[in-house]
């Protein structure tokens, strides 16, 4: 572990001592820790996470038909990619026809930037 960081030492503790130091509840609630974990599994895949970033860069929504040859992927891998990235709440859909057409949401857009910071 690396202690570098710890702003106070920590207790010195010996066996058989009670161990009684108050402990905080996490800050997270069980449904936000859900829609977090949702998001992360769903930007944990390289396709998803480029799908993601391209969607994002776009000022207008794309046809599926325009996002599929940007990937080494066949259509229906890419609509699967999409589908999970929808029910994660990070892209949005709407039907045109027999075209659907994507885009980031606002919460993709900022969950997007927020990962971007991990590079």
Sequence with gaps: MDTS?????LPLRHKNEPCCAP???PSL???QT???AKRLRALGDTTRLRILDLLAQ????LCVCDITPQFSQNQPTISHHLKLLREAGLIDTE???IWAYYWATDDGRRTLAAVKTLI
């Design 5 to 9: 960081t710890l702003t106070r030492p």
């Design 58 to 61: 776009q000022h207008a929504p």
């Design 95 to 97: 039907k045109q026809s």
């Design 34 to 36: 859900m829609v977090l």
């Design 29 to 31: 609630s069980q449904a």
């Design 23 to 25: 402990v905080e509840a």
